[in-house]
T-cell receptor, first 108, second 116 residues
Framework: DAKTTQPNSMESNEEEPVHLPCNHS???????IHWYRQLPSQGPEYVIH???SNVNNRMASLAIAEDRKSSTLILHRATLRDAAVYYC?????????FGQGTTLQVKP | AAGVIQSPRHLIKEKRETATLKCYPI?????VYWYQQGPGQDPQFLIS???????DKGSIPDRFSAQQFSDYHSELNMSSLELGDSALYFC???????????????FGDGTRLSIL
């Protein structure tokens, strides 16, 4: 399974945009880029996923580099409820291999 | 909207006992995944099923087995429990497009298993 690299932690101010980076230089042509987040004491929650093109949904946007070796999850206006561990995961078989993730802190 | 239901929410067992965890997927979801999350660790994939057949297998101990039934619910059976099995066990379901689906996975709230 191809690996991803994310910063251990990031901080953001409430109501400001947040850009969470992910590097995946060994991504294969069939790997989808998935983002999940896990709030304290809860199960992981799907955020967004994509293959080649940028994606938008009600929660976030996913910007994928042209060479697909990196991607960025964009939260347009962070709220206190967005404080969580964010996981960037590559998968082409469905199973999710969770790495370290980025712990996002949101300051009021 | 209906979510993934896991039971029980909490389970306490002693070493060498057996445990059965149940997972009821979102209606019409035909794919189920099981994950284990130890204290302070990231979730780890155990096993998955698509249309009642095992579709993928991760680092699941031989003491564990699982199956998916005709109504698509799944059970994780754990025997000869060890202290290291104490963890949160999550089930997730998705609408499969085949044995290897990249559709979003919806997670349950988990079963917290404690081994004394």
């Amino acid at each position: 399974d191809a690996k991803t690299t994310q910063p251990n932690s990031m901080e953001s101010n409430e109501e400001e945009p947040v850009h969470l980076p992910c590097n995946h230089s060994t991504i294969s042509g069939t790997d989808y880029i998935h983002w999940y987040r896990q709030l304290p004491s809860q199960g992981p929650e799907y955020v967004i996923h994509g293959l080649t093109s940028n994606v938008n949904n009600r929660m976030a946007s996913l910007a994928i580099a042209e060479d697909r070796k990196s991607s960025t999850l964009i939260l347009h206006r962070a709220t206190l409820r967005d404080a969580a561990v964010y996981y960037c995961i590559l998968s082409n078989t469905g199973k999710l291999i969770f790495g370290q993730g980025t712990t996002l802190q949101v300051k009021p | 909207a209906a979510g993934v239901i896991q039971s029980p929410r909490h389970l306490i067992k002693e070493k060498r006992e057996t445990a059965t965890l149940k997972c009821y997927p979102i209606p019409r979801h035909d794919t189920v995944y099981w994950y284990q999350q130890g204290p302070g660790q990231d979730p780890q994939f155990l096993i998955s099923f698509y249309e009642k057949m095992q579709s993928d297998k991760g680092s699941i101990p031989d003491r564990f087995s699982a199956q998916q039934f005709s109504d698509y619910h799944s059970e994780l059976n754990m025997s000869s429990l060890e202290l290291g099995d104490s963890a949160l066990y999550f089930c997730a379901s998705s609408l499969g497009t085949g044995a290897y689906s990249n559709q979003p996975q919806h997670f349950g709230d988990g079963t917290r298993l404690s081994i004394l």
